[in-house]
């Protein structure tokens, strides 16, 4: 019993110790950009040693793509929570887009998932990390609405990649300071343009 105990209490460090290095990271990176970020400041600001970032982490570049993981589920899960399957699906579609917008407003988020993270990680494992997070949501919603024959049936993959690079453009755009209100009105245009009458 001892044992196991001691067990939990080293994985409960080493989790925590992770959770600290991708916290701190992650801070580091939307401050300064992961170029201009090295891993001693990581260390540094984590509390931790050089050697416990590369227990966890092979390089700088895994301990990035850790931090764009974390944010893309972020997103994620605010985009299911805000399009529930109560609601119809183009109800749940905009409803998931203004969310993806809200989400992509948190400080950072744009420059580590859409401008460095294709940069550093390149355009596939970002397409990987999408596909796993928030173009999965968006994939669901569009499938669900051409089940249900609300939508025009298009190849979910295609409408998929090119719907959610206009979500993406939109969020650069109002992180630059555009009107949301005027993306958030094209965009959903496009989604009542896929709608059937």
């Known amino acids: 019993m001892q044992q196991e105990s001691g067990r939990r209490s080293n994985r409960d460090r080493t989790e925590a110790t992770r959770a600290d290095l991708i916290a701190a990271a992650r801070k580091l990176f939307t401050e300064r950009s992961y170029a201009e970020t090295g891993t001693p400041e990581i260390v540094a600001a984590a509390g931790v040693t050089r050697g416990a970032l590369y227990h966890h982490f092979a390089d700088k570049q895994a301990l990035f793509a850790a931090v764009v993981e974390q944010e893309a589920a ?64 968006l994939r669901e919603g569009l499938v669900a609405a051409m089940r249900a024959r609300s939508m025009t049936k298009l190849p979910a993959a295609a409408l998929t990649a090119l719907l959610g690079s206009a979500f993406d453009r939109a969020a650069l755009a109002i992180e630059a300071g555009a009107s949301a209100e005027d993306y958030r009105a094209v965009l959903t245009a496009l989604i009542d343009g896929l709608s059937r009458a």
């Open 74 to 137: 972020a997103v994620a899960r605010e985009i299911d929570r805000a399009s529930p399957p109560s609601l119809s699906a183009r109800d749940a579609l905009i409803a998931g887009s203004d969310a993806y917008l809200t989400a992509m407003r948190a400080p950072g988020r744009t420059r580590l998932l859409l401008l460095d993270g294709p940069a550093v990680l390149g355009r596939t494992a970002m397409d990987a990390i999408d596909n796993r997070h928030g173009n999965r949501s």
